[in-house]
């Protein structure tokens, strides 16, 4: 069995990853169908010895597909996810705009991949944060039952499009000849320099990125009492996001079964020494399917309480790896 894929918003940094991933990671691909908006179409794309021409993403161009993944935000998934499903096509989605809907699942094949088989058409794709996140919090629920958790992310700038990256290169090209550079992408210069402002403010101090903790973390994990404050900064690092978390649990924690819990789940690998500089960083998690946890110790704040530090590749565990393994779970329960 082979399946004929298309990929919406083929041309982001996002779309690259799914090609790469979906042929490296030996998916049963029998085509591509790389899709974009009209400007693109036309061009092509390739990997390795093959190639593509990119289509233009309309209703028609799902006809015959088996499955599409989309990763050009919100407003085109709202008008075309639909009509690939009515096409006969399952949609995998990278987008916010289905994450919260009830009718669809929201799934980090580590954790809830049984949650595939209740979908109608569509699957969501969690936020970048709250995937990184959960690799490194989700073992330890299962050994000690999170109550709430305080997380302060460590966010890269290609999270926000490769006109980000650009920025940050530019600026620092800047500030090395001593000139003057004006941000476009971001409210402030992002070199040298930290932002705590991702995603729009809302009207309680909060910013919708940093909501998606929340509301994301609930429905994945199935704990619709747990409680989360997010703060999110964003750094200026190319690739791979990184975050903080201090959590209370409802058990008595130990930090040497923390370690085991982390060793055991597949979504993470324990990078834990710090007598020997051994910690995650965002540098030795790019491009990694797997993020890394460390710096756990317990936490005297909170009863029961773990911190905890996790960095992860944004691009794949954020993205496109997980869409990947949401479609080779689904393959998988055929």
């Avoid at 924690?253 to 020494?273: N, S, T, Y």
């Amino acid at each position: 069995m082979s399946y004929k894929i298309g990929i919406v918003g083929v041309t982001g940094a996002v779309g690259q990853e799914l090609i790469r991933l979906f042929y490296e990671r030996g998916f049963p691909v029998g085509d591509i169908v790389p899709m974009a908006s009209a400007r693109s179409a036309g061009k092509t794309v390739s990997w390795k010895d093959k190639s593509w021409t990119i289509r233009e993403a309309t209703p028609e161009a799902f006809e015959g597909l088996d499955l599409a993944v989309f990763s050009a935000g919100g407003s085109v998934s709202e008008k075309l996810a639909p009509e690939a499903v009515k096409r006969g096509c399952l949609v995998i989605d990278n987008s916010s705009f289905f994450r919260m809907d009830p009718n669809v699942p929201l799934v980090v094949p580590q954790i809830n991949a049984h949650a595939i088989k209740g979908h109608k058409g569509i699957i969501a794709n969690p936020n970048c944060s709250t995937a990184i996140t959960l690799m490194g919090l989700y073992p330890l629920h299962k050994a000690f039952g999170v109550k709430r958790f305080v997380a302060s992310t460590y966010q890269a700038v290609s999270g926000t499009g490769a006109a980000a990256i650009i920025e940050l290169e530019n600026e620092v090209k800047a500030w090395v000849k001593g000139e003057d550079y004006a941000p476009t992408v971001y409210p402030h210069t992002i070199a040298f320099n930290l932002i705590p402002h991702v995603d729009k403010f809302l009207d309680t101090g909060y910013t919708k990125e940093e909501m998606k903790m929340l509301n994301e973390g609930r429905k994945i994990m199935g704990i619709p009492s747990l409680k989360v404050s997010t703060t999110c900064v964003r750094v200026p690092v190319f690739r791979a996001h990184s975050i903080s978390v201090d959590a209370e649990f409802e058990r008595p924690v130990d930090v040497e079964k923390a370690r085991e819990a982390i060793r055991a789940f597949p979504g993470a690998e324990l990078c834990d020494d710090p007598s020997h500089n051994v910690y995650p960083m965002p540098l030795d998690y790019s491009g990694k399917e797997k993020c890394g946890v460390g710096r756990l110790r317990k936490n005297d704040v909170f009863d029961n309480g773990l911190s905890f530090f996790v960095a992860g590749d944004q691009l794949w565990r954020g993205a496109a790896l997980n869409a990947v393994e949401i479609a080779e779970a689904w393959h998988a329960q055929k």
